[in-house]
């Protein structure tokens, strides 16, 4: 499989029983998150809504990390964006339940520092910031 297959499956849940594994994981998120969004203010049982800020460098530029980053965002109902930086790093906020926060950053990590054949990347920086209310979807930003 190419680096696009490979993508989209771990995202998609296509392929092997581990992909369809992962699926499952990844819906188990998302209706999680959507349980805490029923609750008055994101908040209740299943958690507050929490955003990060991250700071990514490595190889994060030209190998598809923004697309990854939006298509595990949003399997899992995060909300947020990602961007490049000029200096070569990317920069994302990701807004959910704990769980769905985690989710994409676990996603990521066993993507890009799980091949071989990939420098990786390494989190720079790592930071809660203000909830933004409202915010239905997750995007890159150009």
Do not use: C, H
């Not at 490979?6 to 999680?32: H, K, N, T, Y």
């Not at 990786?120 to 409202?134: C, H, L, P, Q, T």
Request: aromatic residues 8%.
């Amino acid at each position: 499989m190419g680096l696009l297959s490979d993508l989209r499956a771990l995202v998609s849940g296509d392929g092997p029983a581990s992909a369809e594994l992962e699926r499952m994981e990844l819906e188990q998120v998302r209706a999680m998150g959507e349980a805490a969004e029923r609750q008055a203010g994101g908040d209740g049982p299943l958690g507050p809504k929490v955003r990060r800020r991250y700071r990514f460098a490595g190889s994060v530029q030209g190998v598809g990390f923004r697309w990854t980053t939006t298509n595990l965002a949003n399997s899992v109902g995060a909300t947020g964006w990602v961007l490049n930086e000029p200096d070569g790093t990317v920069t994302a906020e990701i807004q959910g339940i704990r769980e769905q926060v985690d989710a994409v950053i676990e996603g990521l990590d066993r993507y890009y520092n799980g091949r071989r054949w990939m420098a990786g990347f390494r989190i720079e920086e790592a930071r809660d910031v203000e909830v933004i209310s409202g915010e239905l979807d997750f995007r890159p930003i150009y």
